[in-house]
């Protein structure tokens, strides 16, 4: 089976890895440059997207920004999966709040934005504070902004007008902000048949907008039921194929979704060594057609971003049942270099390593690492 992947970075890359075992070759297209490359080692493999239609039995992607000439072109090849619908979901704020409402899951009350006469009906609509997110393009924490007071509202509506001038395809989703104890994702996939399983519930702590830490243990079931329950609402809205990531916010045992992610996610890295099959396998299995494998948490496990560093202590191999991500990119600042995870029989022992974890990374590259330990 010959799966090609739109996209050819780390989840291109971790896709590979988890295809070998099943016999399922992946190759990657790079939207920017038009080529076709090999995930892990990045050799040039052919150029054009025809020529690698014309090769591969199934299409994917690993992200959701993708020029819309692409998706039409894989979509008319019929073997695409999950679908341009669902990664046009994923990549506009506009289609996905549009979803969430189709499929009766709940999210922040929203308006969108085109002008300062539907800025300011937001304001006074929704009241404040508010957060505003681009409608294209916006991703670990870019293009946002927030306003907690009427006093700013004429300097933020200058910079979101700025932004605007600058691209006439964009727009403005206005949110109202929600108060949140906590954030937690559900990863999930679904096959073509409808089977649906879903991985515990991932507490998720961000630094900058930016995925710090994902920690996987046994969670109470109403909330994991309730999540499982807006999980498959959309997935079936969809109709969708493949693995699935849904962010949510938790408010007093109530979860609100923040967004939806049509791909394999960065807050389900733990599965590589918390569940004995991963998302990239349940993934590769779904748009195969395989049946799904096992998504059970069989240990706690805990995942940290490795954000703009290409070295770690190699001390820290020494911690038991640790894996250690590189994805082979070069060193540029804030850049998902890697990922490392962690995983102990309890949650107990997996807080005892996670502190000896702490104490050998250097906390100017690990920040807030310490706020996460509390919570376990």
């Given at each position: 089976?010959?799966?090609?992947v739109?996209?050819?970075?780390?989840l291109?890359?971790m896709?590979?890895?988890?295809?070998?075992?099943?016999n399922?070759?992946i190759?990657?297209y790079?939207v920017?440059?038009?080529?076709?490359?090999?995930p892990?080692t990045?050799?040039?493999?052919?150029s054009g997207?025809?020529?690698?239609?014309?090769?591969?039995?199934?299409?994917?992607?690993?992200?959701?920004?993708?020029p819309l000439p692409i998706?039409?072109?894989c979509?008319q090849?019929?073997?695409f999966?999950?679908?341009a619908?669902?990664?046009?979901a994923g990549g506009?704020?506009?289609?996905e709040?549009?979803?969430?409402e189709?499929?009766?899951?709940?999210?922040?009350?929203?308006?969108?934005i085109?002008?300062?006469?539907d800025y300011?009906t937001a304001?006074?609509e929704l009241?404040?504070?508010?957060v505003?997110?681009?409608a294209?393009a916006?991703y670990?924490g870019?293009?946002?902004w927030?306003?907690?007071t009427?006093?700013?509202?004429?300097a933020v509506?200058?910079?979101?007008?700025a932004?605007?001038?600058?691209?006439?395809?964009?727009?403005?989703v206005?949110e109202?902000?929600?108060r949140f104890?906590?954030?937690v994702?559900?990863v999930?996939?679904?096959?073509?048949n409808?089977?649906?399983?879903?991985y515990?519930l991932t507490?998720?702590?961000h630094?900058?907008?930016v995925l710090?830490?994902?920690l996987?243990?046994?969670?109470?079931?109403?909330l994991q039921?309730q999540a499982?329950q807006?999980f498959?609402a959309?997935a079936n809205s969809?109709?969708?194929?493949?693995?699935l990531?849904?962010?949510?916010?938790e408010?007093?045992?109530?979860?609100?979704?923040?967004?939806?992610?049509?791909?394999?996610?960065n807050?389900?890295h733990?599965?590589q060594?918390?569940?004995d099959?991963?998302?990239f396998?349940?993934?590769?299995r779904a748009?195969?057609?395989?049946?799904?494998?096992s998504?059970a948490l069989v240990?706690?496990?805990?995942m940290v971003?490795?954000?703009?560093?290409?070295q770690?202590?190699?001390?820290?191999?020494?911690?038991?049942?640790?894996g250690?991500?590189w994805?082979?990119?070069?060193?540029?600042?804030?850049?998902?270099?890697g990922?490392i995870?962690l995983?102990a029989?309890?949650?107990?022992e997996l807080?005892?390593l996670?502190?000896k974890?702490?104490d050998?990374?250097?906390?100017s590259?690990f920040?807030?690492l310490?706020?996460?330990?509390?919570r376990i």
């Amino acid at each position: 089976m010959n799966v090609l992947v739109l996209g050819a970075g780390q989840l291109a890359r971790m896709m590979a890895l988890a295809g070998a075992p099943l016999n399922i070759n992946i190759s990657a297209y790079d939207v920017n440059t038009d080529h076709i490359v090999h995930p892990l080692t990045q050799a040039q493999l052919g150029s054009g997207l025809a020529q690698a239609l014309a090769a591969a039995d199934v299409v994917t992607a690993e992200f959701e920004h993708i020029p819309l000439p692409i998706l039409e072109q894989c979509q008319q090849s019929g073997k695409f999966l999950p679908g341009a619908e669902a990664i046009k979901a994923g990549g506009d704020r506009r289609i996905e709040k549009a979803l969430l409402e189709r499929a009766g899951v709940a999210s922040a009350a929203y308006r969108i934005i085109n002008s300062e006469t539907d800025y300011n009906t937001a304001i006074a609509e929704l009241g404040l504070p508010l957060v505003f997110k681009s409608a294209l393009a916006g991703y670990d924490g870019k293009g946002q902004w927030r306003l907690k007071t009427a006093a700013d509202a004429k300097a933020v509506w200058q910079q979101i007008a700025a932004f605007l001038a600058a691209d006439s395809k964009q727009a403005i989703v206005a949110e109202q902000f929600i108060r949140f104890e906590r954030e937690v994702s559900l990863v999930g996939a679904r096959s073509s048949n409808g089977e649906v399983k879903v991985y515990p519930l991932t507490e998720n702590h961000h630094v900058n907008g930016v995925l710090s830490v994902s920690l996987a243990r046994p969670v109470a079931q109403p909330l994991q039921q309730q999540a499982e329950q807006m999980f498959a609402a959309v997935a079936n809205s969809l109709n969708y194929v493949g693995v699935l990531a849904i962010e949510f916010f938790e408010v007093d045992g109530r979860l609100l979704v923040n967004e939806i992610a049509p791909r394999v996610h960065n807050s389900g890295h733990w599965t590589q060594q918390g569940a004995d099959c991963c998302q990239f396998a349940n993934h590769l299995r779904a748009v195969c057609g395989l049946p799904l494998g096992s998504t059970a948490l069989v240990r706690p496990t805990l995942m940290v971003n490795i954000l703009g560093e290409d070295q770690v202590p190699a001390s820290i191999l020494t911690l038991p049942a640790l894996g250690l991500h590189w994805y082979g990119k070069t060193k540029r600042a804030g850049r998902k270099m890697g990922h490392i995870n962690l995983s102990a029989h309890s949650s107990a022992e997996l807080k005892t390593l996670f502190a000896k974890l702490i104490d050998q990374l250097p906390a100017s590259a690990f920040p807030e690492l310490a706020q996460m330990l509390e919570r376990i």
